[in-house]
């Protein structure tokens, strides 16, 4: 079992930046692939990225490429989306969650948080 607490969210003007970090409990989360994802307003919630156990492999969105990194601290069981250049397309609750293996897809991931709303404003 692995509970997940999303923080960091906020309110930020376009081309600003925020780092979200998701604390997790449980014996498993040095052995579980990590992700965020995000969902805005009347669609449907969409992959961002996404980090394996050991932090050697990243993948992101097209949309977030070269603008989000997600990293991981396995000794503070943290996985973190530093954001830059944010636009205001980015806005949405995100939320965190864990798996046995990378992926893009939410029917991956088992454990969700509860999200945080990042906000940007043009």
């Known amino acids: 079992q692995v509970q997940l607490v999303e923080s960091g969210g906020g309110l930020v003007q376009a081309g600003g930046s925020l780092k979200l970090s998701c604390a997790a409990s449980?014996?498993?989360?040095?052995?579980?692939?990590m992700g965020w994802f995000r969902q805005a307003p009347g669609k449907e919630r969409e992959f961002v990225a996404t980090?394996?156990?050991?932090?050697?492999?990243?993948y992101y969105a097209d949309s977030v490429k070269g603008r989000f990194t997600i990293s991981r601290d396995n000794a503070k069981n943290t996985v973190y989306l530093q954001m830059t250049s944010l636009k205001p397309e980015d806005t949405a609750v995100y939320y965190c969650?864990?798996?046995?293996?990378?992926?893009?897809?939410?029917?991956?991931?088992?454990?969700w948080g509860q999200g945080t709303q990042v906000t940007v404003s043009s």
């Open positions: 969650a864990a798996a046995d293996a990378t992926g893009t897809l939410p029917k991956m991931y088992s454990y």
């Open positions: 980090i394996s156990w050991s932090g050697g492999n990243r």
């Open positions: 449980g014996r498993t989360f040095s052995r579980n692939a």
